[in-house]
């Protein structure tokens, strides 16, 4: 296939999210979901035009999801064994084929760009493929009312994201490792590049910042596309993480992870970057101290 028809077959993929079968999103759940049907409206809405959604049940199965999946007429997987939230992220990136995929929670909301394009340019598009760059929509936090949330941890992680753009995303895992700004289901994934880096059955609570930490580490950005599309992703107290319990193994996992950041930001003598691996790893400790402490006056 000649060079140009196969760049500009690759732009229709992302102007007017027209992929042609090339994008699929994928919704993984488990147990009753009270967004889900929400978040498949927002899908569906998402583009003009149409694009494979599957819901995909880490079992046992609740009849709650399948009977939404059906009455919204969106394709509905289910596998009776319980393989825990990264091992059914994994069943997701198994079963597409698509050139492009989100995988976003059950209860996060894509919203629809007025003008219906995304104003991605040819050669941005080629240098970023050349150049190992995986690109992601623009995101605001709601809580479990669908109303933006505004706090100072929003705030520090707009402060991190908007110095990443400054220096040109020269620093970009240094201030993900300090705020992690970047949310994973906002990622659009490159089949040709998915599937490089499963996410990892050690990390159930962390998974997502665990992949997005080895893809960086392995020479990979990430960036913005500017579109006035975005993800909306709730976070509310009824999440699965919030419970006490995953803030626990939440904080364990992230130790670990900064263990692994470590050792890269000494392979590759980024003495910044290992200076807040070493501030992460301290909070996260006294994180897990505080948690015990207020576990035993309990």
């Not at 500009?8 to 699929?24: K, P, R, V």
């Not at 084929?97 to 894509?110: A, E, K, M, V, W």
Request: hydrophobic share 35%; proline share 4%.
């Amino acid at each position: 296939m000649p060079t140009n028809l196969f760049l500009l077959q690759m732009l229709s993929m992302i102007i007017d999210m027209e992929f042609n079968d090339g994008l699929t999103i994928l919704i993984p759940v488990y147990q009753d979901s009270e967004y889900l049907s929400e978040t498949i409206q927002s899908v569906k809405n998402f583009t003009s035009q149409e694009v494979e959604i599957v819901v995909v049940e880490d079992g046992p199965s609740f009849k709650v999801n399948q009977k939404i999946a059906t009455e919204e007429k969106v394709k509905y997987i289910f596998h009776s064994a319980n393989v825990g939230i990264s091992g059914n992220f994994n069943r997701c990136i198994d079963i597409t084929t698509s050139s492009f995929y989100l995988i976003i929670g059950p209860d996060d909301r894509l919203v629809p760009n007025p003008t219906k394009h995304l104003e991605e340019e040819l050669h941005t598009l080629e240098n970023g493929r050349n150049n190992k760059v995986i690109y992601y929509l623009p995101t605001r936090v709601i809580n479990e009312h669908g109303y933006v949330k505004k706090s100072l941890r929003e705030l520090f992680k707009y402060i991190l994201k908007s110095l990443d753009d400054v220096t040109f995303h020269k620093l970009q895992f240094e201030t993900i490792l300090l705020g992690y700004w970047l949310y994973s289901p906002s990622i659009i994934w490159p089949n040709n590049m998915i599937k490089s880096y499963y996410y990892s059955p050690e990390y159930a609570m962390a998974a997502d910042f665990h992949r997005v930490a080895r893809y960086l580490m392995n020479g990979y950005q990430f960036r913005e596309l500017k579109t006035s599309a975005y993800l909306e992703y709730r976070r509310h107290p009824n999440s699965e993480s919030a419970s006490p319990m995953n803030r626990t193994r939440v904080r364990e996992e992230e130790i670990l992870i900064f263990g692994e950041a470590r050792k890269y930001m000494i392979s590759q003598k980024k003495l910044i970057g290992l200076g807040l691996t070493y501030i992460q790893f301290s909070s996260r400790l006294a994180s897990l101290i505080t948690i015990a402490n207020n576990k035993r006056i309990k």
